[in-house]
C-alpha cells in the first residue's frame, strides 16, 4: 500500500521575488513563457515541473483532493457567498475554481509563473491571480481577506515563519487561515514506509525520523527518466505551531484525515485497510488572528 507519490503541487513559494503581477483570465492553452519585469531572476522548481503537475489536476483536482482535500478544507474555512477568499500557493488553480463556484470572491498567489498561466487559461475572470512570493508584505493590505486557504504547499517552503505572518496580517479580525499538508508524523518521503506483521497479520507504519527538519528531494515527475527536482522540507508539529503562535495566530481547529482507498481483495486487504483507516494521510489546521492590541 504505497504513499501518495507527487505530494503536491501543491504550490511553491520558496523563490525570490519581491514584486507581484496580476494575471487576467487567458483563453485557450498556456502561452509561451516570456520574462516579466516583475518576475523572479530564475523559474521557481514547480515552474520546471507545471505542465506534468496541471496534467495531474486537471481542471477540478487530483482524487485526493476532491475527495478529501477541497470538501474538507472549504468546511473548515467556515465561509459564506460573496466572502473574500485567498488561495494562497494556488498552484494551477483548482482549489480557486472550487471556492468561486460556491460564490466566494476568490483571488490566487504563487510563485510559479508557469503554474498561474495554466491557472489563468482554466478559471473565469471573475477569479485574480497574483505572481508573488508569499514572505512578501506588499502584496495585499492589511486586514482584507475573510479566509485563506494554503493547501499541500506548506511542506514545499523553505522558510515558512513570514508566511505566517502575511497571512496573519492580511485576514480580517475573526478571519480563518485553514493549513493542509501531508500529515507530518506518519508521511515523510524516504523517512516512513509500510511494513507487513505477518505473525499479526497487520500492515503497520514504519516511522525512521520525524524531530529533525530535514530537506528531501523528490524527482518531479515521479519517473524514473526525471532529471526534475522539487524539494519537500519536513517539519514536526512543534515547528508548524510554533510559526503559527509567533506570527499571532491561535489554532482553533484541528483534523487528521484518512485515506478511503480500498485494496482489492486478498489475504492482506484487511489489514491494509485498518491501516488506512487507523493512520492518517493529511493534516489540518485551522488558526485565526488573536486579538490585536
Known amino acids: 500500500m504505497p504513499e501518495p507519490s507527487g505530494k503536491r503541487r501543491f504550490s511553491l513559494c520558496n523563490d ?4 507581484k503581477k496580476t494575471f487576467p483570465r487567458r483563453k485557450g492553452p498556456p502561452p509561451a513563457r516570456r520574462p516579466l519585469r516583475s518576475a523572479p531572476a530564475g523559474p521557481t522548481e514547480w515552474d520546471q515541473a507545471a505542465r506534468w503537475y ?10 485526493y483532493q476532491r475527495s478529501l482535500i477541497f470538501p474538507g478544507a472549504f ?8 466572502d473574500r477568499v485567498l488561495d494562497l500557493a494556488c498552484g494551477p488553480g483548482a482549489f480557486s475554481r472550487y471556492m468561486s463556484k460556491k460564490g466566494m470572491r476568490v483571488e490566487g498567489l504563487d510563485a510559479s509563473e508557469q503554474l498561474l498561466s495554466y491557472a489563468a487559461a482554466r478559471s473565469p475572470a471573475s477569479i485574480r491571480f497574483h505572481h508573488a512570493d508569499a514572505r512578501e508584505p506588499g502584496s495585499f493590505g492589511d486586514a482584507v481577506f475573510d479566509a485563506i486557504a494554503c493547501l499541500m504547499a506548506l511542506q514545499n517552503m523553505e522558510d515558512i515563519q513570514p508566511v505566517m505572518k502575511n497571512a496573519a496580517a492580511w485576514l480580517k479580525p475573526g478571519g480563518r487561515l485553514v493549513l493542509v499538508v501531508t500529515h507530518p508524523c506518519f508521511r515523510i518521503p524516504r523517512q516512513t514506509h509500510w511494513g507487513w506483521d505477518e505473525e499479526k497479520k497487520m500492515e503497520y ?4 525520523r520525524y524531530a529533525s527538519e530535514m530537506v528531501i528531494p523528490i524527482l518531479t515527475p515521479p519517473f524514473a527518466r526525471s532529471k526534475v527536482f522539487t524539494s519537500t522540507y519536513h517539519r514536526p508539529l512543534e515547528s508548524y505551531f510554533k510559526a503559527l503562535v509567533e506570527a499571532g495566530l491561535g489554532v482553533d481547529g484541528l ?3 484518512v485515506s478511503k482507498k ?5 489475504k492482506r486487504s484487511r489489514g491494509e485497510n485498518r491501516a488506512r483507516r487507523e493512520i492518517p494521510l493529511f493534516l489540518a489546521l485551522r488558526a ?3 486579538s490585536r492590541r
Open 262 to 266: 480500498e485494496s482489492a481483495p486478498g
Open 205 to 208: 507504519r514504519r516511522v525512521d
Open 16 to 19: 525570490s521575488m519581491k514584486h
Open 288 to 290: 485565526r488572528p488573536l
Open 75 to 82: 468546511r473548515m474555512l467556515a465561509v459564506k457567498k460573496g
Open 54 to 63: 496541471s496534467t495531474v489536476v486537471g481542471d477540478q483536482g487530483s482524487d
Open 255 to 257: 483534523e487528521e484525515w
